[in-house]
T-cell receptor, first 115, second 111 residues
Framework: AQSVTQPDIHITVSEGASLELRCNYS??????LFWYVQSPGQGLQLLLK??????LVQGIKGFEAEFKRSQSSFNLRKPSVHWSDAAEYFC?????????????FGKGTTLSVSS | DVKVTQSSRYLVKRTGEKVFLECVQD?????MFWYRQDPGLGLRLIYF???????EKGDIPEGYSVSREKKERFSLILESASTNQTSMYLC??????????FGEGSRLTVL
């Protein structure tokens, strides 16, 4: 079955420290991979996406993610976290054959930033 | 800029009422989606539509229906609202490049 697992429900990081949010997926073929961020009371905003090619992708707000096929992982990283990064983060997978298909989302990781 | 607009940010309804949640996108996307978001459960797909008048059930369609009369508009309908439908509802449309664009969400409370 297709699924996305975000093992960490809640993470607290000190401001200025590095961040890594984990994402593992189960999918029949190499999927499209996405990370979204959601601030309280808001919709989801796309941080970055991977379709093919270079396995290290850069996104907005200084985030990057690395696709590792052998580990079925797509972890999100940021070298130095800012207080404004506190939010909920969702990993998602989708079919390259996109017609009539939806993205599958993980349950999310809540990031808190301490000063 | 890409825009997905949900008509109501906050709604309070009574049990048994009929509820309409409207969503409009201005990007000429063919695929549109309704998700429900609850704490600890992430986003769960209710229905999606891949063309005008076409719809497919998602993972949790019970108690919901949808309407897509025009390409830009996708409505979610709760025929008889129940308290267990209190939730955040998110509409999205899918770009030809694969990613979803989301609206701001509609927080529904059913009393």
């Amino acid at each position: 079955a297709q699924s996305v697992t975000q093992p960490d429900i809640h993470i607290t990081v000190s401001e200025g420290a590095s961040l890594e949010l984990r994402c593992n997926y189960s999918y029949g073929a190499t999927p499209y991979l996405f990370w979204y961020v959601q601030s309280p009371g808001q919709g989801l905003q796309l941080l970055l996406k991977y379709f093919s090619g270079d396995t290290l992708v850069q996104g907005i707000k200084g985030f990057e993610a690395e696709f590792k096929r052998s580990q079925s992982s797509f972890n999100l990283r940021k070298p130095s976290v800012h207080w404004s990064d506190a939010a909920e983060y969702f990993c998602a997978v989708g079919s390259p054959n996109q017609a009539g298909t939806a993205l599958i989302f993980g349950k999310g990781t809540t990031l808190s930033v301490s000063s | 800029d890409v825009k997905v607009t949900q008509s109501s940010r906050y709604l309070v309804k009574r049990t048994g009422e009929k509820v309409f949640l409207e969503c409009v996108q201005d990007m000429d996307h063919e695929n549109m989606f309704w998700y429900r978001q609850d704490p600890g459960l992430g986003l769960r797909l209710i229905y999606f539509s891949y063309d005008v008048k076409m719809k497919e059930k998602g993972d949790i369609p019970e108690g919901y229906s949808v309407s897509r009369e025009k390409k830009e508009r996708f409505s979610l309908i709760l025929e008889s609202a129940s308290t267990n439908q209190t939730s955040m509802y998110l509409c999205a449309s899918r770009a030809y490049t694969g990613e979803l664009f989301f609206g701001e969400g509609s927080r529904l409370t059913v009393l």
